[in-house]
């Protein structure tokens, strides 16, 4: 009888991930149409929106603080952000999910990263975009077209160009 109600259990658990899109992005989010809009803050308070940057190419990262794969993938979206810093066609936004601004901004700081950071404090980017896991990657096209929805982090620098190269062209 145990063994019996453990498998009735199992089933329902599996009956429920699968109804629920097996943890798939519950957004209305679809990659080849436009971009949701947002508006957030960065570390300095000065408020960023997608609208004001029609026109550039923009590789969204998605992390926390205390996600040991969004950490060990900084020093690659900051060795891109170097390369990049001179380049006006493509913006790099890192947003930090849920976190507190002290938090994000003391933890930037200690690793001394350049790159321009946002905070979703109160999670509307994450709930928009249909966020469950971190790292995330997203890439949005100049004329604001979602490209790209990755989850899960990059390897090395070259693993992020290739992507974001096949998902331009």
């Known amino acids: 009888m145990v063994n019996r109600l453990k498998w009735w259990g199992i089933v329902l658990l599996v009956v429920i991930f699968v109804l629920n899109g097996c943890g798939q992005n519950q957004s209305n989010l679809q990659i080849a149409k436009l971009a949701p809009a947002f508006e ?3 570390l300095s308070g000065n408020t960023v929106s997608l609208s004001a940057l029609k026109g550039k190419t923009i590789l969204i990262n998605v992390w926390t603080t205390t996600c040991p794969p969004c950490v060990a993938e900084m020093p690659i979206f900051e060795a891109l952000q170097q390369d990049w810093s001179q380049n006006n066609e493509v913006k790099i936004l890192m947003i930090d999910l ?4 002290g938090t ?3 933890y930037i700081k200690k690793q001394k990263y350049t790159f321009s950071v946002l ?4 999670l ?4 928009t ?5 971190t790292p995330s990657t997203l890439i949005i096209d100049r004329e604001g077209i979602l490209r790209a929805f990755i989850v899960g982090p990059f390897k090395d620098k070259n693993s992020i ?3 974001v190269e096949t998902h331009l062209n």
């Open 124 to 127: 509307d980017f994450g709930r």
């Open 98 to 101: 849920g976190e507190s601004k």
């Open 161 to 163: 160009l290739k992507t």
């Open 104 to 106: 994000v901004s003391d």
């Open 129 to 133: 975009y249909g966020i469950r896991y």
């Open 40 to 42: 957030l803050k960065d």
């Open 119 to 122: 905070l979703d404090s109160n």
